[in-house]
């Protein structure tokens, strides 16, 4: 399968906390992108690190990259009830389409 | 920004009968233009993209189909739903250059009973 995989499938944690999700791909890719989906939404589109950068903020994200493992990572600081939803890296292969991970279920417990 | 407008947002039909799902886009023009389908609790299946009017590709055989009559409206259709049809279908919007990030509207629930 050409999709990625992302770990943890769910993550809870509690307000303030850290959380850290991760991503990995199987192919050479232009960039990265995160996106989040609250229940029952569409996505929202996040943040986007290019294959020749390994690290990009934005606010209380943090996302990195390391093409040698094929793999990034999204930190969210200081987690807010807020930020509950669930997180998608998808991978710019190319081809005029993205590859969607089958995402972590982020809950934030007050 | 693009705003993609998708309707209807749930939508209960029988096994056997026809579909028609809806996608237009405002704020840009030329797009990229994609139907997802999404399992509960699992990740997007890409169905198709169209690059431009009246062009198709589709990524999974399946009992769909997709058509773009003009340059910002994508429309998924059926001729006879089946029970796997049921599921969470997303439309986006691309455009072009560096960036090839997405857009996506609020989705349609579809239910075959």
């Known amino acids: 399968s050409q999709q990625g995989e992302e770990d943890p499938q769910a993550l809870s944690i509690q307000e303030g906390e850290n959380a850290t999700m991760n991503c990995s791909y199987k192919t050479s890719i232009n960039n990265l992108q995160w996106y989040r989906q609250n229940s029952g939404r569409g996505l929202v589109h996040l943040i986007l690190?290019?294959?020749?950068?390994r690290e990009k903020h934005s606010g209380r994200l943090r996302v990195t990259l390391d093409t040698s493992k094929k793999s990034s990572s999204l930190l969210i600081t200081a987690s807010r009830a807020a930020d509950t939803a669930s997180y998608f890296c998808a991978t710019d292969q190319g081809a005029q389409k993205l590859v969607f991970g089958q995402g972590t279920r982020l809950t934030i417990n007050p | 920004s693009q705003t993609i407008h998708q309707w209807p947002a749930t939508l209960v039909q029988p096994v056997g009968s026809p579909l028609s799902l809806e996608c237009t886009v405002e704020g840009t023009s030329n797009p990229n233009l994609y139907w997802y389908r999404q399992a509960a609790g699992r990740g997007l299946q890409l169905l198709f993209y169209?690059?431009?009017?009246?062009?198709i590709s589709s990524e999974v055989p399946q009992n769909l189909s997709a058509s773009r009559p003009q340059d910002r409206q994508f429309i998924l259709s059926s001729k006879k739903l089946l029970l796997s049809d049921s599921g969470f279908y997303l439309c986006?919007?691309?455009?072009?250059?560096?960036?090839?990030?997405?857009?996506f509207g609020a989705g349609t629930r579809l239910s075959v009973l």
């Open positions: 690190i290019r294959s020749n950068e």
């Open positions: 169209s690059v431009g009017i009246g062009q």
């Open positions: 986006a919007s691309q455009t072009g250059g560096a960036k090839n990030i997405q857009y």
